[in-house]
C-alpha cells in the first residue's frame, strides 16, 4: 500500500513558476513508476508528466507536449518524494493536480497504468 500526499500549489502570475512536492509512505518507493496528472473544471484528467523507476530505466521522464520545456519532472528516493517543477506557467495550466505511484510504465499516459492517488492540490494561474 502506498499513501501519496501533493503539496505545494497556489496562485501564481502567468509566466511564474511553482514547485510541485508529493511525498510517498511505503517501503517500495524506489521500484514504482509515478506520475503526475491534471483535472480542469470541464475537462478530462489529463497525463502531464511520468519518471521511471531509476533502478530498471535510469529514471527515464516523459511529458505531455503541451508541458515540454516547462516542466520537469524529478524523484528522490531518499526522502521518497516526486516533484513537478512547472516553470513559464500560463493559465490554461490552472487545473488540480494528482501524483500517481504504479508498479510498471507501459502505458504512463494513461491513468489506468497507476495504482494509487494523491488527493491533489490546486494550481491557479492568472493571467
Known amino acids: 500500500q502506498v499513501q501519496l500526499v501533493e503539496s505545494g500549489g497556489g496562485l501564481v502570475q502567468a509566466g511564474g513558476s511553482l514547485r510541485l512536492s508529493c511525498a510517498a509512505s511505503?517501503?517500495?518507493?524506489?521500484?514504482?513508476?509515478l506520475g503526475w496528472f491534471r483535472h480542469a473544471p470541464g475537462k478530462e484528467r489529463e497525463f502531464v508528466a511520468h519518471?521511471?523507476?531509476?533502478?530498471?530505466?535510469?529514471?527515464?521522464?516523459y511529458y505531455a507536449d503541451s508541458v515540454k520545456g516547462r516542466f520537469t519532472i524529478s524523484r528522490d528516493n531518499a526522502k521518497n518524494t516526486v516533484y513537478l517543477q512547472m516553470n513559464s506557467l500560463k493559465p490554461e495550466d490552472t487545473a488540480v493536480y494528482y501524483c500517481?505511484?504504479?508498479?510498471?510504465?507501459?502505458?504512463?499516459?494513461?491513468?489506468?497504468?497507476?495504482?494509487?492517488w494523491g488527493q491533489g492540490t490546486q494550481v491557479t494561474v492568472s493571467s
Open positions: 500517481a505511484a504504479g508498479p510498471s510504465g507501459g502505458r504512463y499516459w494513461s491513468d489506468g497504468s497507476y495504482d494509487y
Open positions: 511505503g517501503r517500495t518507493f524506489s521500484s514504482y513508476v
Open positions: 519518471i521511471r523507476a531509476i533502478a530498471w530505466s535510469g529514471g527515464s521522464t
